[in-house]
């Protein structure tokens, strides 16, 4: 048990260091990402107001047949789709720009598919 505990308190570590550099606005929200074994989660979040802006996980788009890191990309893809395009009430401004929220992972992988997809999509970090 002490091996686990302390696996996760490094973790908790590490998630707290990269967040205590990086915080969301409105104009500016922070793209989290979440990573499990199967899937991949992001999301837009405004810090000031404690708001999601946008979400996505890969479940919701339905590929087959591709890596893990290929639907990663496309999952940065649709998230920057969802960031540009205005939601349904008139109120919310398009995203152009967001600061990139890597949690307690390194950036590789996974995570780097969904930062290098975001940017196809449009988004600036």
């Known amino acids: 048990m002490n091996k686990e505990k302390a696996k996760i308190e ?24 979440n990573r499990s074994l199967k899937f991949v989660y992001v999301q837009l979040i405004d810090d000031e107001n404690r708001k999601t802006v946008a979400s996505i996980h890969q479940k919701s ?19 920057a789709k969802r ?18 929220d890597r949690g307690s992972y390194k950036y590789h992988g996974r995570v780097k598919a969904i930062a290098q997809g975001a940017r196809d999509g449009g988004l600036k970090f």
Do not use: D, M
Not at 83 to 100: H, R, Y
């Open 83 to 100: 960031a540009l395009t205005p939601a349904k009430n008139k109120t919310s401004k398009k995203i152009k720009e967001c600061v990139f």
């Open 10 to 33: 490094k973790q908790q570590q590490r998630k707290a260091r990269v967040r205590a550099k990086v915080f969301g606005t409105a104009k500016k929200p922070r793209l989290s990402v």
């Open 61 to 79: 788009l339905k590929l087959k047949n591709k890596s893990k890191i290929e639907l990663a990309f496309e999952v940065g893809k649709e998230i």
